[in-house]
């Protein structure tokens, strides 16, 4: 099982159960990784300001989430 909780990238950390529906009973497939990530990025609601923008926070949360939940699967 795979819990997903974010930090700097929402005005408090935030966990993300829809990430976990996304990639619950499966074997680390490439699609639901990614299904997950997609959750994330929408779910988030970042603030602008002079480290980052909310769009360039959303993406990173997108990228991050991919490569945790790939190196998870892999151990």
Same mark, same amino acid.
Not at 44 to 72: C, N, Q, Y
């Given at each position: 099982? =795979?819990? &997903?909780?974010? +930090?700097?990238?929402?005005?408090?950390?935030?966990?993300? =159960?829809?990430?976990? $529906? %996304?990639?619950?009973? +499966?074997?680390?497939?490439?699609? %639901?990784? $990614?299904? *997950? %990530?997609?959750?994330? +990025?929408?779910?988030?609601?970042?603030?602008?300001?002079?480290?980052?923008? %909310?769009?360039?926070?959303?993406?990173?949360? $997108?990228? &991050?989430?991919?490569? *945790? &939940?790939?190196?998870?699967?892999?151990?």
């Amino acid at each position: 099982m =795979a819990s &997903l909780a974010v +930090g700097g990238a929402h005005s408090t950390p935030l966990f993300i =159960a829809e990430a976990e $529906k %996304a990639v619950k009973g +499966g074997r680390g497939e490439e699609k %639901a990784i $990614k299904e *997950a %990530a997609e959750v994330a +990025g929408a779910t988030v609601e970042p603030p602008s300001d002079v480290h980052g923008s %909310a769009d360039f926070r959303r993406r990173m949360v $997108k990228v &991050l989430t991919v490569r *945790a &939940l790939r190196e998870a699967w892999q151990k």
